[in-house]
């Protein structure tokens, strides 16, 4: 079987990872992870919204659309809300004092983004096997190697130095965190990225 490491996309932009976990702390000291009622492990903060909308990023809107394979028939079923990412374009008014607003002024000069969030994948946890309905661009904050994102059957730990990735999300993934800490990325939709 040949692995095909194509839908992890290492990017030619690179941030401050010590300047990215000093604004993750200031972020935690101004808004908690939260997501869906009853939904457990999966924790986000957003940091853009649809302008002038601060309920754009609750409840099930915090997650959006997926598609998964719940049970062993392997029939696709539909999760959670369509969202229009194109509109979410502001920039959180509590987050710009953080170095967040820096990462999203270049990423945004760089792609067209729909929602920039702070995902949490807490210790011994892992997401459901699904498929989004557009590319993600990771930056990893904080990791450890028992963290790994598998796309189809390929794994790859992504390293929390700074780095930019893109991740081919419409095919079948998910994420797990192997390890004893948190493991929290900088994800943003990336609505014009298309890969082979």
């Known amino acids: 079987m040949i692995l095909n490491f194509d839908d992890f996309q290492k990017q030619d932009v690179k941030f401050d990872i010590d300047k990215l976990q000093n604004a993750y702390k200031e972020i935690l000291s101004i808004k908690d992870f939260s997501g869906p009622d009853g939904i457990s492990n999966f924790g986000a903060i957003s940091l853009t919204q649809i302008p002038g909308d601060p309920d754009s990023i609750k409840g099930h809107k915090a997650r959006g659309v997926f598609w998964t ?4 028939s392997g029939k696709e079923a539909i999760r959670d809300e369509k969202i229009d990412e194109a509109a979410y374009s502001e920039f959180i008014d509590e987050y710009k004092n953080t170095y967040f607003k820096e990462v999203f002024d270049v990423l945004s000069s760089k792609y067209k983004l729909g929602r920039v969030r702070i995902l ?7 997401l459901s096997w699904h498929r989004d309905p557009e590319p993600r661009l990771h930056i990893p904050i904080i990791t450890n190697p028992g963290s790994m994102m598998v796309i189809d059957n390929v794994a790859k730990h992504l390293p929390a130095d700074g780095s930019v990735w893109i991740t081919n999300n419409t095919k079948y993934h998910n994420a797990f ?6 493991r929290v990325h900088l994800v943003a939709c990336v609505l014009d990225h298309k890969f082979n």
Do not use: A, F, Y
């Open 69 to 72: 394979k719940p049970d062993s």
């Open 177 to 182: 965190n192997g390890g004893e800490e948190n």
């Open 120 to 126: 949490l994948k807490q210790p011994r946890s892992t």
